[in-house]
Structure formats: C-alpha cells, structure tokens
C-alpha cells in the first residue's frame, strides 16, 4: 500500500502562484507514475497533470502552459507548479499514484488540498 500526503493549498488572487507537494511513503517501489486530479464544486474529478518514473508528462489542455508538474524520484515527491492561476482552477486538488491506470483515475489517493484562486 502507498500512503500519499499532500501540501500547499490556499487561497491565492487572480494570477498569483501556488505549489503543491505530494509525498508518497510504504510500497513506492510500485509507484510507475504520480500526478494531480481536481474536483470543483459540482463536477467530476478531472485530471491536471501527470508524471511517469521517467519524467513524461501529461497535461490537461486547461493548465497546459501554466502549470508545471515535477518530481523527485529519491523522495518519493511529486510538485504542481501553477502560475497565472483563475478563478476556474478553484477546486480540491488529489494527488495519485499507480500505474498506467493513473491516467483514467486509478490508483492511490491522497486526502486532498484545496486550492481557491478568488480576489
């Protein structure tokens, strides 16, 4: 089993920044791919962004160009960097780790951070 936290949520202004992180910990050696899902308020979870062992990415066409996904191998860490946040982007964001099924959602989860982006 893989236990994941996440950190950095908050409230940030119209086109301001914020970083999230997501630590795994337990069975990592499992871990093929890490990344970020969001649910807003009345709608489905969707996927941000994503990160394979070997640094391919994937992005949702909404954040492509303003969030940046990162991750630390030997930490076991995953980073969201979002710059020139909207209001749009307001939701709860999840961290997930697996494998290939990350990409339609399957996986473990993390508890969820939320991010609100209101002036």
């Known amino acids: 089993q893989v236990q994941l936290v996440e950190s950095g949520g908050g409230l940030v202004q119209p086109g301001g920044s914020l970083t999230l992180s997501c630590a795994a910990s337990?069975?990592?050696?499992?871990?093929?791919?890490m990344g970020w899902y969001r649910q807003a308020p009345g709608k489905q979870r969707e996927l941000v962004a994503l990160?394979?062992?070997?640094?391919?990415?994937t992005y949702a066409d909404s954040v492509k160009g303003r969030f940046t996904i990162s991750r630390d191998n030997a930490k076991n860490t995953v980073y969201l960097q979002m710059n020139s946040l909207k209001p749009e982007d307001t939701a709860v964001y999840f961290c997930?780790?697996?494998?290939?099924?990350?990409?339609?959602?399957?996986?473990?989860w993390g508890q969820g951070t939320q991010v609100i982006v209101s002036s």
């Open positions: 997930i780790s697996g494998g290939v099924g990350t990409t339609k959602g399957q996986g473990n």
């Open positions: 337990g069975n990592t050696f499992r871990i093929y791919a």
């Open positions: 990160i394979t062992y070997t640094a391919s990415t």
